[in-house]
Structures are given as C-alpha cells and as structure tokens.
C-alpha cells in the first residue's frame, strides 16, 4: 500500500507539474495564434477536429484502458492490442478520407473536408502511440508521459503550428501541429515502453482485451457524443464565426480543465484499479482526492470567471470580446465535470461500466433536447453554454450518488468537498472582484490588470492549498515547501 501511494503520489506531481507547465505556456500559444488565425478558421478548424476525435476513438477501441486495468497483462495481449490500433486506424483512414465530403455536406461548409482529411492522416501514429502510453499509465510511470507530452507541446503546437499559421497555412495550421504533436508522443512514450511490433491473430488475448474494451470504447463515445453534441448541432445551425467564439472560450476556460481532468484520470484510474478489491482503501483515496480538487477547481473558476474579459482581451484580441459571456459561462461550469469525473473512476476501476454507459445515456438525450429547444427560443451560443453548465451539475450529483453506492457510503464526504470547494471559490473570486473592479474605474491599462489579477489569482490559490483543508496536495506542497523556507531561516 505504500509502495502503491509513493508511486500515485509521484504520478500526480509529474501531472500537476505538466499541467502548469502547460498553463503557462498555453496562453502564449493562444495569443499568438488569435492574432494569426480569424475566428471563422478556428470554427473550420473546431468542427473538422471535432469529427477528426470520432474517427480517433474507433482507432482504439478501448485498448488502452483495457491494458491499464486488466490484472494479469501478457506479451500477448500486448501484441493483441498493438495489433488492432494499427488495423483499426488503418481501415478508419481510409473510411474517412473518402467519407469526408459527407461531412461537408452536413455543415455546410466545404472548407471543413480538406481540414477533417489532414486530422485523419494523424490516426496511424496516434494508434500506435496507444499501446506503450497505457503500459506506462499502468505503471504510474507519468515522468515519461509528461515529458512527451510537453515537448510535443512545446515543439508541435509552438513552434511548428505557430509557424504554419505565420506562413498563411490557416486552419490547416493546426492540422500540422496535431501530427508532430502525436509523433513527438509515439518517440517518447516508446523509448521508455518498448514493446514488440509484432501482430498477432489468436482469438483469446483480443477476448480478454475486449471483453472490457468493447463496454469501454462505447462508453467513450457516448462520452464523445455528449462533450461533443453541442459542436456538432452549431454546425449545423450556426455560421463558423459563431462556432469560432465558443471554440475560444472553451479553449481559455476548458482546455487547462480538460488537461487536469486528462491527467487526473490517468493517475487516480490506475490507482483505484489497484485498489479495486479494497473498498476502506478506495473510499478513503476517493474522498481525498476529491475534497483536493474541489478547493483547487472552485478556485480557479472563480478567478476565471472575474477576470474574464481581461484573459480575452490579452489572450485572444478586441475581436474576440463577443466570447466574454461565454467564457464566464464555461468558468462556472468547470469544476463539475473533474469532480464529477473523479467519482466515475471509481465506477471504471471497479469495471461497473453498465452503470456509466446507462448515465451518458442520459446526459446526451438531456443535452441534444436542451440544446435544441435553446437555439429554437433564439438564445444564440450563449443558451448552448449555459446548457453545458447545467448538464456539468447534474453529471456531478449523478456520479456521485453512483460512487457512494458503489463504496458503501461517502454522502457527507462528498457535500462537505463540494461546499468546501464552494467556500475557498468565494475566497478567491471576492478579493480577486473588487481589485479588479478598483483598478478598472482607475483606467490600468488592461495588460498591467492582467498582470495583477494573475499574480493576486496565484497568491490566492496557493493560501487555499496550504491554509485549507488536510489533503494529499496540501502535504505535498508543505513539503515542496519546507526545503525553501528552511534555507531562508538559516540565512
């Protein structure tokens, strides 16, 4: 048990350690980009990567995961998957490229075919990153994986991306990014997880694969259709320059959540996998990290819902102001879907899979219904945004009734988590109003009110974790801590 809580603890702060480090070098990127690309090649960009992702997740089937969880791994089964990502990804290439124009027909926009092609030409060498990613993910081995993961950043989408969108490549500029993103990955990943690129055809390893593959993998895309229905309906029904404006706003107020909720499913799957057959232990690891990620999530919403129109402003430009309602929106949103994700790890871990697939059921019915009677009132994006905040709050409370089913219990832990989180969010966001309301009236200059909100923001969020309640983050950061501040009592 030990062992097991060194290697998970050592798991998350390589994941943390990805995702500032992401953090800060994403709104770089993002502004960079802004000023390159317009909002109608974003929103070209947003659908063809939206269809792209679909084609991406029947490369894979559930492999991944199923290498993560299954017990008892062996080469076989290892080749078995190595086997089918190639095929798969093979055979949906091709299904894809020729199939693209249908894609363009349904929207409407022809521009959208030649994007959703480049991002197809990617699924090979994500496939094959499949295999050697999971091994390390089993093994809590994230040091890899986020080294990967930033040097693809960095090199991928800063340097390459960037550069296509400088050279007039447009919305195909991200196309190019998204290929030596995977590419970088597949190099990293496999220099520290080789496996044999050997195919096999015997029937049993891919049974045993797929026998929690096959409920993973349509869980995955009733999970894709439901994170996604929303892009797909505005289409449809919206031009791209509106589809452009929440693609954004996401981007700003979601991606760096979409990063933590990656990195922490990864972690805490492959450490509630372990403790599948211990439910004290499981209880007791859910309900810690979720009461640490609800005080760090309510926070960072609530900073991100404040300085909302100066993040716009610096990060994507005065043409993009139109995107401020739906930031805010996306800001309130956030913490529902990571916390709400952290009880569906317990489900997965314990392979209760029926029970998510019947709840994805549910939100995606919800979510096409509601989307479709906001956009016939005339609400516009903004009634789309909205409508993910309120199906974000119910996917939390139906998951976590779901894992205090499962754990025997953990209702109290779960209320005093969220209100706690509730607490430190107000504690954040009401200094964080009224400085910056302050110095709006006196006129700062917008990037020096940045400035100040992001360093007040910082300060703020770190007296959360080490003056706020006993969590796994609060002793970590004591004790990345207490090296510095014994040096400087010394001195």
């Known amino acids: 048990m030990n062992n097991l809580r060194q290697k998970t603890m050592n798991a998350l702060k390589w994941s943390y350690l990805g995702l500032f480090t992401n953090m800060l070098l994403q709104p770089l990127f993002m502004a960079v980009l802004a000023r390159l690309l317009t909002p109608q090649e974003f929103g070209v960009a947003a659908i063809a990567s939206t269809l792209s992702t679909f084609g991406a997740l029947l490369t894979e089937l559930g492999v991944g995961q199923a290498i993560v969880q299954r017990r008892d791994l062996t080469q076989e089964h290892i080749r078995a998957g190595f086997t089918a990502s190639l095929v798969l990804s093979v055979v949906v290439t091709v299904v894809v490229w020729f199939a693209a124009p249908l894609a363009g027909a349904y929207t409407q926009k022809p521009e959208v075919v030649p994007v959703f092609r480049g991002f197809a030409l990617t699924y090979v060498v994500a496939a094959l990153s499949a295999v050697s990613t999971s ?121 760096p959540v979409a990063r933590l909720a990656g990195g922490l499913t990864r972690v805490l799957g492959a450490s509630f996998a372990a403790l599948q057959d211990d439910p004290v232990k499981l209880r007791r690891a859910y309900s810690s990290g979720l009461l640490a990620m609800s005080t760090v999530m309510f926070s960072l919403a609530a900073g991100l819902f404040v300085c909302a129109p100066e993040i716009v402003r610096v990060l994507l430009g005065d043409r993009y102001m139109a995107a401020v309602p739906l930031v805010q929106a996306f800001a309130v949103y956030v913490p529902f879907p990571v916390l709400g994700n952290i009880a569906a790890i317990v489900a997965e871990a314990t392979a209760r899979l029926n029970i998510k697939i019947a709840v994805q059921s549910v939100q995606l019915v919800f979510l096409a219904a509601a989307f479709w009677t906001v956009y016939r009132l005339g609400w516009g994006v903004q009634g789309f945004a909205w409508v ?62 940045f400035g100040v909100e992001l360093l007040l923001g910082a300060v703020l969020l770190g007296l959360v974790v080490l003056l706020g309640p006993e969590t796994e983050l609060r002793r970590y950061a004591l004790k990345f801590l207490r090296p510095i501040t014994t040096r400087l009592a010394v001195r």
């Open 388 to 449: 993910l905040v309120v199906a974000g709050v119910l996917y939390s409370a139906a998951y976590a009734v779901v894992a205090s089913r499962i754990l025997g219990g953990g209702h109290r832990e779960t209320l005093k988590a969220y209100a706690v989180g509730a607490g430190c969010g107000v504690m954040v966001g009401a200094p964080l109003f009224l400085v910056a309301q302050l110095l709006r009236t006196a006129g700062v200059s917008v990037f020096a009110l």
């Open 135 to 255: 091994l390390l993910r089993r093994e809590l081995r994230f040091k890899p994986l986020i080294v990967g993961e930033v040097a693809a950043y960095v090199i991928g989408h800063g340097l390459l991306g960037i550069g296509a969108a400088r050279l007039g490549f447009g919305a195909m500029s991200l196309v190019i990014s998204a290929a030596a993103t995977w590419v970088i990955q597949l190099g990293v990943s496999y220099a520290y997880a080789r496996h044999p690129f050997a195919l096999t055809f015997r029937w049993a390893p891919y049974r045993d694969l797929y026998s929690y593959g096959a409920r993973m993998s349509a869980l995955r895309l009733l999970e894709f259709f439901s994170g996604n229905v929303a892009t797909f309906l505005m289409a449809r029904l919206f031009d791209v320059t509106a589809v452009g404006l929440y693609n954004r706003a996401y981007v700003i107020a979601g991606m």
